[in-house]
């Protein structure tokens, strides 16, 4: 028999072997559960009225970041929080919440223990070390002006927006936000995406025919 009508031959065979062999994997189903309570992650995320919302701000919800702050090798869970518009509504001053990864799939809120102390409009959060020094800091993007927190390494933060030159008067509605070394030069820069120009305090309630 002819040598090289005997490698094409072990060729085809191989080729179809292993197209068998692909049809016969069993197909790929998803199974996702909902294992928040459980697992730890139980405090109320907070974002204007429960059962009505009058302004495009109560909408938008809330920013999440996974990440090891602590450096202990287990993501933790940053979560931005709301708050209400109505003075006399529930969990009015809601806080921010920082998800400690205990290990075990289990996570313990650490978020005032670790500075995270101011109440606001937070939208979108993102993570990067702005500073070099090995631990990673978060800006948290806010209605009203952003905040940076600067990650210290002993599992707190410190705010240092004003610190670090970014704006801490007037009005924005800040969305989302991203931290990149866009000019190469070794340090993180900071590009922060702003929503819809919005005043609250000049903004007619709807249906009061202003």
């Given amino acids: 028999m002819n040598s090289s009508f005997k490698y094409r031959g072990l060729a085809f065979v191989l080729i179809a072997s292993s197209a068998l062999g692909v049809t016969a994997v069993e197909a790929f189903r998803a199974d996702f559960r909902d294992i928040a309570g459980p697992s730890g992650l139980t405090m109320k ?62 996570f313990k809120n650490v978020a005032a223990q670790a500075g995270f102390t101011r109440a606001g409009w937070g939208q979108g959060v993102c993570v990067g070390d702005y500073d070099n020094d090995g631990y990673p800091d978060l800006l948290v993007t806010y209605y009203g002006h952003n905040v940076l ?18 704006p801490v008067t007037g009005i924005r509605y800040g969305s989302g936000c991203s931290f990149v070394d866009y000019d190469r030069d070794g340090y993180l820069d900071l590009f922060v995406a702003n929503y819809v120009d919005l005043d609250i305090g000049k903004t007619p309630h709807p249906g009061s025919g202003e």
Avoid at 55 to 70: H, K, M, P, Q, R
């Fill in 45 to 106: 995320n907070v974002f204007g009225g429960i059962d009505r919302k009058d302004y495009i701000l109560e909408t938008t919800g809330n920013g999440v970041a996974i990440f090891d702050y602590d450096g202990d090798g287990k993501n933790d869970v940053f979560i931005a929080n709301g708050t209400r518009l109505q003075p006399t509504a529930p969990t009015n001053a809601a806080l921010p919440q920082l998800y400690r990864n205990l290990g075990g799939g289990h």
């Fill in 149 to 166: 927190y600067r990650n210290r390494g002993d599992g707190t933060f410190e705010d240092v927006t004003e610190k670090a030159k970014l």
